[in-house]
């Protein structure tokens, strides 16, 4: 695979990561950023992340793939930003972690050239944010989640796949809604409970002595806490129909967990207990394969 010019919008950890793993696999010959912050990208070209920082207009001009790397609110904005200026074959991709707010604002602003836009997803996050976080490795072995849209070029969906795949990656297909739907159980709501029980302990008199005595298994539980706030709000306002499902699952089931606490009843706390944790074990052992 061969990119002669890859326009990346928000060259943060993964628009970062994602350029230096192609460049360090000799995939991209030039690869050209575009973000909010002047420092930001002087520090992106200063560390070789990327070779040049312009403006949208000139970043997307021939352009052989623009992906939008930023947080999910904005892509509606930098679709608009880019419009006027996509010609030829550019294929634009995002790497958001919800995708029908990004389809429903590609069909609303690119029109007829929705064709052109082609969803993604690197499951690939961590907690530090920052172009100084990019690692050209951050892909390997990791998984991307590819949504192809019915007017979706059949090449163009490959190209995008072969991108992520050259960075290292597994490479998955669903559709949109799927992917909202699975990740707002898998991602959205381990990120909403890690936050939640952080504010819980900041908002109790003893929060001082709590954080203090807080050892390993709650510094696992709230390590995704120390993520980015934008970029969690944004998701969790983009996917709120999913994530308010599974937010009432959980809840449920701790409503549940509740009653059988009050109860003393510790047969029924140990069935979920144990149904849980053989679960866990499972999935840990596929993980490792």
């Not at 951050?138 to 490959?158: E, G, I, T, W």
Request: with cysteine.
């Amino acid at each position: 695979m061969n990119i002669q010019k890859l326009a990346i919008f928000g060259v943060g950890l993964i628009g970062g990561s994602l350029a230096k793993a192609l460049k360090a696999a000799g995939v991209a010959e030039q690869v050209v950023g575009v973000g909010r912050s002047a420092a930001s990208l002087e520090r992106a070209v200063a560390l070789g992340v990327i070779d040049i920082a312009l403006d949208a207009r000139e970043a997307v001009r021939d352009a052989d793939i623009v992906v939008l790397a930023a947080p999910v609110a904005q892509t509606p904005a930098l679709l608009q930003a880019i419009a006027p200026h996509l010609s030829g074959g550019t294929i634009v991709t995002d790497a958001g972690s919800t995708k029908c707010d990004a389809v429903a604002a590609a069909r609303r602003v690119l029109g007829d050239a929705a064709w052109r836009f082609v969803p993604g997803h690197p499951i690939a996050g961590a907690e530090l944010s920052g172009v100084a976080a990019a690692k050209a490795d951050l892909y390997v072995k990791r998984r991307v989640v590819v949504c192809p849209q019915h007017d979706n070029r059949a090449q163009d969906v490959s190209r995008v796949r072969e991108m992520w795949e050259a960075a290292g990656a597994r490479v998955s297909e669903m559709s949109a809604e799927q992917h909202d739907r699975v990740f707002a159980s898998v991602s959205h709501l381990p990120h909403v409970l890690s936050y939640a029980l952080i504010a819980q302990m900041l908002d109790a008199p003893d929060a001082a002595l709590k954080f203090d005595f807080a050892g390993g298994g709650f510094r696992d539980f709230t390590r995704i806490a120390a993520s980015n706030p934008e970029m969690w709000r944004d998701i969790c306002v983009a996917n709120r129909d999913a994530l308010l499902t599974e937010l009432d699952g959980y809840l449920a089931t701790l409503g549940a967990l509740r009653t059988a606490i009050a109860a003393g009843d510790g047969a029924g706390l140990e069935a979920v207990f144990l149904r849980a944790s053989q679960a866990r074990t499972q999935w840990a052992k596929q993980q490792e394969k």
